[in-house]
């Protein structure tokens, strides 16, 4: 017990002030995509492929419109509109855009996806857009307390630790699984050029 709160003190003494962004009202409605149903909920992990450890949690929601929302990510493209580490117009191309951006020789890429009903869809679009900037080292928290007490998440409580978030989340009836690997060099510079060169769609 005494390890564990050491480890969450050490976290908080990590995590520097938020960042917020507010992307304008007009970018945010040019942006809109709306992928195709059925709805559904995807959390990203990455994990290091030296120990297995979490480093980092994602959160795609395709509800009434589709966003990834990236708690204290440094994943970013100039053609889509972020307010508060809620990126919008999320196309398929961009989320193949944001595995690539992550998964390399020292990071696997799980993505674990539910199906849910369009109601539990849009709680979970309103909950991710109203939960704020999120400091560093807190993405699985803010993820795993926006899923905490939705419908169908039960299986989710509140955690500071990406794998610990991604067992709960395999829990939930229905979850899919798929790593992803890439023996890319660990430097995602250029990863991350070519991504913000490259059409939304």
Not at 102 to 117: F, K, L
Not at 162 to 191: C, M, W
Request: aromatic share 10%.
């Amino acid at each position: 017990m005494i390890i564990r709160a050491i480890s969450i003190a050490f976290l908080l003494l990590l995590a520097a002030c938020a960042e917020p962004k507010w992307a304008s009202d007009d970018a945010v409605a040019r942006a809109r995509y709306v992928a195709d149903p059925p709805r559904s909920i995807t959390l990203f992990t990455v994990v290091a492929t030296r120990n297995g450890s979490g480093a980092h949690s994602g959160l795609l929601v395709n509800a009434s419109e589709q966003v990834m929302f990236d708690p204290a990510g440094s994943w970013y493209h100039p053609n889509l509109p972020e307010r508060n580490d809620v990126h919008f117009g999320v196309t398929p191309k961009m989320v193949s855009f944001y595995i690539d951006y992550h998964a390399r020789i020292t990071y696997d890429v799980i993505e674990q996806t539910v199906i849910v009903t369009p109601e539990v869809a849009e709680m979970v679009l309103n909950r991710v857009k109203n939960y704020g900037a999120v400091p560093k080292a807190q993405c699985s928290h803010s993820v795993s307390s926006i899923l905490h007490g939705v419908p169908g998440f039960e299986a989710i409580s509140p955690t500071w630790f990406p794998n610990k978030l991604s067992k709960e989340f395999a829990k939930i009836p229905g979850a899919t699984y798929q790593r992803f690997t890439d023996s890319d060099a660990d430097d995602n510079h250029g990863v991350l050029l070519v991504q913000a060169g490259a059409p939304a769609h």
